[in-house]
C-alpha cells in the first residue's frame, strides 16, 4: 500500500527552516518561522513558565486522563483572557485543542459537520497551513483582496467588494490580529464595517487569533475579535497560546464555538467533544495547565504580562529601526509600512526572484513570498538586512 502515497508538496516555511540549518555561513539571518527570539537568537521558555512548570512539579499528583474537551479551568481562563466580558459564559462552547493549528482544525472539521456545502472565504495572502488543510479536507476556498503591495497596507475596499459575495452558510476566515503572513491590520473603524457586511450577508466569522499580545497589547488585539464574538449570532474563534506563552511544542490551543443563542452551546459542546475524540482523544494538557496556572495567579500572571509586554516592545523598536535605516539608505519613504505593521510578521512585498537573491547573496532567510520575521533581526542584523534590501534593489 505505501508505493501507492504521493508524494507531497513541502510547506514553504518549515523547508525553509531546513535550509536555514543546513547553511553553513556564519552571518546567516533567519526571519523565516514565526517563532519570537530574543536579541541573542533565542526562543526563551519565558520567566513565568518557567516558575508554573516547578510548581506544577511539586503540586502534580496524577496525570491520568482530564476531559475530552480539555480541563474547564483552561477553557474559562483562556475565553476570559480573549473576549473578557464581551460574551456571556454560557453562550461559548469551547474545547482545548493541539496548539492553535489544532483549534484550527478542529473548527475547520466542524463547519463541514454542520454544513458540508460550506465555503470558506480566506484573506489574500493568509497562512499557507489554513488553505492546505481547508484542501486536505476537501472544503472550498473562495480568496478575498486583503494585502496592498503598493501601499503595504489592507486593500480594504477590495476586501469588502469581495466579502460581500459571501452567503448564508459561508465561512469568513478572519485574522484577530498581527495578520499573518503580511503584519498588514484592520483598524477598529474597518472591523466595525467587516461586523455589519458579516450581519448582511449571514455568512458565519471565524477568527484565528494566534498573536494576542504582540501587536497593541493583549487587550487592544483582542478588540476586533470582541466586536465580532459579541455581534453576530454566531462565530468561531481558535486561539493559540503558542506565541504568547512561548510554549510552541506543548500545543496548546482552545477552540471557542460563541452562540447567541445559549441553548444552542451544550449541542455544540458535545459535538465538540466528538471531534476531538475522533481526531486525537484528549487534547494534551501540560501546556494548558501552566497557561491556567498563569491566568489565574495573580502574581505569575503580572510576570508574563511583563514579560509579554517587554517582547512586544521589542518588535515595535526594531520595527522603527529597520524603516529608518531603510529611509536612510533609499532616501525614500516607502518602507515606513514596516513601521506600522504590528505582530511577528510584515511582508516585504518584493518577488520571490528577490526573495532568493536575498537568501543566496547576502544569507537572509525570509519565505518566498517575503514575509520576515521582524522577531528574528537585532540591533546588529537590522542594519545588515536594511543594506541587502538596499543592494538588492528591493
Ligand atoms: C508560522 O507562520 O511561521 C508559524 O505559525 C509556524 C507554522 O506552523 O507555520
Redesign the pocket.
Known sequence: MFESLKPQPA?K??ALMQLYKDDPRAEKVDL????YKDATGLTPVMAAIKAAEKQLWEEQTTKTYVGLLGDPGFSDAMIDLVLGDAVPRANVAAAATPG??GAVRQAFELIQYGNPSARVFVSDPT???HISILNYLGIETVSYRYFDSESGGVNFAGMMEDLAEAKPGDVVLLHGCCH??TGANLNMTEWQAVTDLLLKTGALPMIDI?YQGFGDGLEEDAAGTRLVASSVPECLIAA?C??NFGI?RERTGLLMAVSQDASKTGLTRDTLAFLNRQNYSFPPDHGARLVTMILTDETLRAQWSAELEQMRLGMLVLREQLASELQRLTGSDRFGFLAQHRGM?SRLGTSPEKVEELRKEHAIYM?GDS?M?IAGLNAKTVPLLAKAIADAGV
Open positions: 510547506d516555511i518549515l523565516g518561522v514565526g517563532v492553535g493549528t497562512w499557507p497551513n499573518n503572513p494566534a493559540s503558542s506565541k510552541y510578521f519565505v514575509r520575521n
